[in-house]
Structures are given as structure tokens and as C-alpha cells.
């Protein structure tokens, strides 16, 4: 599902139009890109937690040559489902 699919998903069940959904939506991606720059977790009970997360410095291969690289340490953006989400999606497998 793209960008545009889930807002016009959001507007019918929530039963609003388009222009203020649209504008919601992006409110929460804002809201959570701040908390992430931030350094801050989001926690969504029945939903899941984004949470930065660091990965530290390690050593790679560059898979063209084989040589060696060094791989710099990062923060990049994890998402936890909540018990609530991993539940819902194991029922729809069976």
C-alpha cells in the first residue's frame, strides 16, 4: 500500500475528508521524524514503539574487490509491533 492508498484507507474509516486526513498523517510522520532526531522513543500502546537505535562501527567487505571497508557507526529508525499487531498478523496466516 502507497502513501496516497493508506490516507484515502484512513479518511473512510475515520470518516473524514482527504485534505485533513492528509494533513494528520503527515502531522504524526513530523512528530515522529522530530522524536527521532531527537533521540526520543515513541510508544503507541496496542500500536508498537519507534525507537533510534545505534549500530556500531564494524568491518565490512566492499563485494566488488573483497577488500576491506570500515562501516561507521549510525542511529537508524526501529519499529517494535506491540504483542497486539504480532497477534492480529499471525491470524491472518492461518
Do not use: W
Not at 484507507?9 to 473524514?16: D, I, P, Q, S, W
Amino acid at each position: 500500500m502507497n502513501k496516497k492508498a493508506f490516507y484515502k484507507k484512513v479518511a473512510l474509516n475515520c470518516g473524514l475528508d482527504s485534505a485533513t486526513t492528509v494533513r494528520v498523517c503527515e502531522a504524526f510522520i513530523e512528530t515522529v521524524k522530530q522524536a527521532y532526531a531527537s533521540g526520543e522513543t515513541v510508544s503507541l500502546t496496542g500500536f508498537g514503539i519507534f525507537a533510534p537505535k545505534h549500530t556500531p562501527q564494524r568491518q565490512g567487505r566492499n563485494p566488488h574487490s573483497g577488500d576491506p571497508v570500515t562501516i561507521p557507526a549510525a542511529t537508524k529508525l526501529d519499529f517494535k509491533p506491540s504483542q497486539t499487531l504480532r497477534i492480529i498478523k499471525n491470524v491472518e496466516k492461518e
